[in-house]
């Protein structure tokens, strides 16, 4: 069933980067009861919008330990990516790391890596309209985030909020670890992000 896209007040505190005004995001999850997670967007001079979200299949990881497949980790983190098809946007050193030109990642990074087929339906389209990459913010824990090949195709290995596939996944233990999203708010989150803003995912009490 897809949850309506819609406005609701604050819920949390989200940390700023910078004096400057940002848009903000924070992420409350619930392992126990997974249609109650939520995500909120805060944007200067806006409401704030409120939408529902998925999690990792087994549930979540305690914030400060390092990533596990299929759970979602908890803590504090930095968009050092964002990725659809019409925006790429990427920390130099990020690109430096890579081994390919800034115009051949723009070109061809988000493209290849949405044509992967990680759940073998033989559609690809797995991060639907949009990839925000989330790197951790005063982890002592290094996560295994990298560049490599995935059954043969260039992609970017790491822990993100990013579209689905089929949006009946939104709201339930359903992705790999990563945060899930609906189209209308991968939508949203595309206009307003930018590097460096952080993104506070949590545990809904």
Known sequence: MRL???FLPFLGVALLA???PRSRITVELDDKEPSRSRATLTVPGSEPITFAVGLGR???TEKGR????E????GDFRINAILSKDRFEMDEELISKSGRSKAWLRENLFRSMNSIDFDGDGRGG???????SLEPVGSETEQPFAFGEYRGT?????YAIHGAQDEARIGRRSTGGCINVGVNAMQALLR???LGDVVEVGQRR
Request: proline share 3%; aromatic share 22%; net charge positive.
């Open 58 to 60: 087994k549930g979540l």
């Open 192 to 194: 307003s992000a930018k």
């Open 4 to 6: 309506p896209f819609t």
């Open 66 to 69: 390092a990533f596990q497949a």
């Open 71 to 74: 759970r979602s980790l908890l």
């Open 18 to 20: 910078g004096a400057e």
């Open 126 to 132: 797995e991060y639907g309209a949009g990839f925000l």
């Open 154 to 158: 260039f992609r970017w290995y790491s």
